[in-house]
Structure formats: C-alpha cells, structure tokens
C-alpha cells in the first residue's frame, strides 16, 4: 500500500459551518423530551390507575397468582378466575409478578372478568434473588403478621434462615412470630427453650409445636383468629401438616380453588391465601431454602437484626454498623454474653452477603 499516493488523491473540501436561527426553541426542545418519553419506562403507580372509560370495577382481593396472565380473586366470597390487563403487564414493575397473593384489585366485569388495577399496598413480605440485579420475590401481600415456621430436626433447624426472615419481616414492619415444628423429636425440651431464649428475650413470641403428636396446636390456633397470617419456612418443616390441623377444611377450601382453575394441586406449589373458618386468612408459601435480603437494606440491618436493638442503645454513634466502631453497644453485649456469638456471626454474615 502506497501511503504517499494515496495522499495525494485526498483533497480538502471547501466546507464551511454556518449558525443557524431557531424561530422556536422551545419546540425545538419539546421534540426531544418527547422522544426520550417514549423510551422510558411507565412507572409501577401507572398500575394504580385505569384510563378506560365506562367500566364496571369492582373491588377484590387476589387470593392466587398462577401466570402473569391469570390470577384468581375472592369476588362475593367465591374464587374467580381474572386475566390480568395488557396494560399492566406491560409496565415496569421491579418484581417477578405484577401481582400476589393479598393484594386488593380493581377488576372489570363488564365483558370479561379483568384485573385492571392495582390498589396500593399497606405491606409486603418480600425476598429478593441474588443475582446483580436483584428482583423482588413478594412472598404476600396486606398481612398482620408471619409465622416463621422451622423444624427441630429433619431438615436440620437453619437460625440462619431465621434470621433473614425476622430482618425481612422487621424492615416491613410486619409482627414475626416463630413456630417451632417436630418437637417430638427432640431429646430434651429444655435444650429447645435454651436455644431459642434468645429470640423470646429478643421480644419474639415462640411456638413449640408437633403435628405429628398435636402438640401446641390451639395456643397456635388463638393467635391466628381474626389476622391475616402467612405462614412460611424451609422446605419440609411440615407447614402444610400444621395447617391441615389448624384448618381442617383447608384442604377442601384449596380445591375449591384449583377446580377454578382445572387443575388438581396437592402441594403447596404457588402462594395462596385461603379464608379461615374461624375469622382472618391464611397465606399459605412454598417452601424455600433461601431468603436473601435486598443490598439497599444494608444501612438498615444493624437496625431490625434479632435482639440488636436493645443493646445499640450503648453504640457512640447512629449509625453504627456494630462490626468496627468503638464504643459499640451490640458488641460489648456478644462479649458479656448477653447476644450468642452464634447469632453476632450470623448478622455478619447477611452484612457481607449484602
């Protein structure tokens, strides 16, 4: 390749810049904000709001969410299948569904049966994936208070899980209650009390239950009359177990449902929220293995961690984060023994995961 030759082909041209005269800038402007409009994302109160005229809304609560499709709500006290409008699918929400179990809706009954808003939410139990760009899991919707089920043993009791569930509970500022499943199995009553004193002295109400042997099934029963309750927990704690005693028609009430549907179902496979006969609802989850925290919740963590609370009351500053600073409260109490070294572990531990 001849550099030199080729050049000398290249001529400059002639080109001069000229300013031009805007009659009208802000048209001008306008032209561009309207562009970057319609590349924007619709923002989620947009599913709080429905532009269609002459509709006939009424008022419902979602009781099951099969697809981001089809949802079925509680309408005159009897479950209804309800596609889920166009319009809300379309929008932007920062979660895996537009819609949960718990949640109050508007649907159209003048042609279809449709959900067509979103009414706004007084609460949440939420998880969030672990990927990095963490989704919302909305675990139920609207509730007074979450029974966090666990077992003694088969699977192996998780004080981590636990821990996740109580901050996840506390930043949502829904009451957490923690039920202690398969105590039949344990050697020793008094060795399940000493290790869950830290959690009744924390200020959290502690169940010990038995499906198997009925044990502790009405103290439990009394605490749900009248509340809206998820129940929720690792796999295979006997959640279900639990609830077909405190609920003998629960297994009835769910096939109702799935018949809605045509479709059987004999495990808890989706959330659902199902009346109780004595007053209040059940939310009823899957079981998972585990509940991650959201990264933002980092700042708030020292806040709403089991038990932390009381002693941060000594910490030298606000926002102490309880793992360098001195004059920390919440440590000098892990060294007096008065927080386990167990659970000061495991609050670092959810720290670094976020």
């Known amino acids: 390749m001849n550099k030199k030759r080729d050049k ?25 904000i309207h562009e970057e409009k319609r590349a924007t ?3 989620p109160e947009k599913g709080q709001q429905t532009l269609k005229s002459d509709v006939q809304l009424v008022k419902a609560r979602v009781l099951e969410v099969l697809t981001n499709h089809v949802a079925i709500v509680e ?23 537009l819609v949960f179990a718990g949640d109050w809706v508007h649907v159209d009954r003048s042609q279809d049966s449709r959900i067509e808003e979103i009414l706004p939410r007084g609460n949440s139990l939420s998880r969030f994936s672990e990927e990095e760009f963490q ?32 901050c996840s509970a506390g930043i949502a500022d829904i009451d957490a209650v923690i039920c202690v499943n398969k105590i039949d199995l344990a050697g020793s009553l ?4 000493d290790t869950f004193e830290y959690y009744e002295q924390s200020g959290y109400p502690v169940y010990l239950t038995s499906a198997e042997k009925r044990i502790g099934i009405e103290e439990l029963r009394g605490l749900l009359i009248g509340k809206q309750t998820v129940f929720s927990g690792h796999s295979g704690v006997g959640k279900t177990s639990l ?18 549907t045509g479709k059987g179902r004999h495990t808890t496979t989706r959330t659902c929220l199902i009346p109780f006969t004595f007053g209040g609802y059940l939310v009823d989850t899957p079981g998972i293995k585990t509940f991650a925290l ?49 659970r000061y572990e495991s609050y670092l531990r959810i720290m670094e995961s976020l």
């Open 190 to 193: 008094d060795e399940v009390r």
């Open 41 to 43: 994302k619709k923002a």
């Open 243 to 260: 609830i077909n005693l405190l609920h003998p028609d629960y297994d009835a009430l769910v096939s109702d449902i799935s018949e809605s």
């Open 294 to 342: 959201h990264r933002n919740d980092q700042n708030v963590l020292p806040h709403v961690f089991p038990g932390f609370a009381r002693f941060a009351v000594g910490c030298r500053f606000n926002d102490c984060t309880h793992t360098h600073e001195k004059e920390c409260g919440v440590r000098e109490a892990v060294e007096r023994g008065d927080i386990p070294q167990s």
């Open 75 to 97: 309408l005159d006290g009897k479950p209804l299948p309800c596609t889920i409008s166009g319009r809300l699918k379309n929008l932007n929400f920062e979660t895996r569904n």
């Open 8 to 32: 000398k082909k290249f001529s400059r041209q002639n080109i001069r810049l000229r300013n031009l005269d805007a009659d009208d800038l802000d048209a001008f402007y306008m032209e561009e």
């Open 135 to 166: 989704k919302e899991i909305v675990v139920a919707a609207n509730i007074d208070q979450v029974v966090i089920t666990c077992s003694w043993t088969q699977p192996e009791l998780r004080l981590g899980l636990l821990d996740r569930y109580l």
